[in-house]
């Protein structure tokens, strides 16, 4: 089984990590966002519909009578308790489900050679060893914060800071210009590790 290259993209909020990984997929990686699988296991896992009505009340039911991401993102706003149970409860799960992705890829008869995901919590949650390249993506905090559309948000104070992730990954861009920059860079970084023989 030919495993693919597997890539983690992290950094800050509003850094540009959405727009790297789609940069990816353009250029020929198979990818999987963190949304994607929170809003999977949200819509088809009755043990996390469990834990969150148990927790928060059935408020947080949307129309279909699934967790609602929106009304879960009001009740943790700017609750650090909240905000910290609902992280530890789908942290472990998102892995999980990456994890299994990940597997189904390397399983195929015909395997893309790189697989990225975008980690928010990467260093801060360990998860580093999972991967075995890192992209971070950084910018200033002041256009970080423009992107947001002038929010800050509280989860900055616990990131660890952008200079130390720079030093342990493997690959690191400051996100300040176009996009077309960033898609160019991401296509460097592909043609790197294309070119790679990471087999022991």
């Not at 994607?36 to 148990?54: G, M, Q, W």
């Not at 176009?178 to 990471?198: F, H, K, N, R, S």
């Amino acid at each position: 089984m030919s495993r693919p290259i597997a890539v983690a993209i992290t950094g800050g909020i509003g850094a540009g990590k959405s727009t790297a990984l789609a940069c990816f997929r353009r250029h020929g990686a198979a990818t999987v966002s963190s949304d994607e699988i929170v809003h999977h296991l949200l819509a088809t896992d009755s043990e996390v519909e469990r834990a969150l009505v148990e927790r928060f009340g059935k408020e947080i039911l949307g129309t279909d009578g699934r967790p609602d991401r929106e009304r879960i993102a009001v009740r943790v706003f700017n609750d650090r308790v909240a905000l910290d149970f609902l992280e530890k409860l789908l942290h472990p799960l998102v892995s999980r489900e990456y994890m299994a992705w990940r597997e189904q890829l390397g399983a195929l008869a015909d395997p893309p050679a790189v697989c990225v995901t975008e980690v928010p919590l990467l260093y801060e949650v360990g998860a580093e060893e999972r991967f075995d390249k890192v992209v971070v993506v950084t910018a200033p905090s002041k256009l970080r914060e423009a992107r947001r559309g002038g929010r800050r948000d509280d989860r900055e104070d616990r990131l660890i800071p952008d200079r130390e992730k720079v030093k342990r990954a493997d690959f690191s861009f400051v996100n300040t210009g176009t996009p077309d920059e960033l898609d160019a860079w991401v296509a460097g970084v592909m043609a790197t590790l294309t070119g790679e023989d990471l087999s022991p």
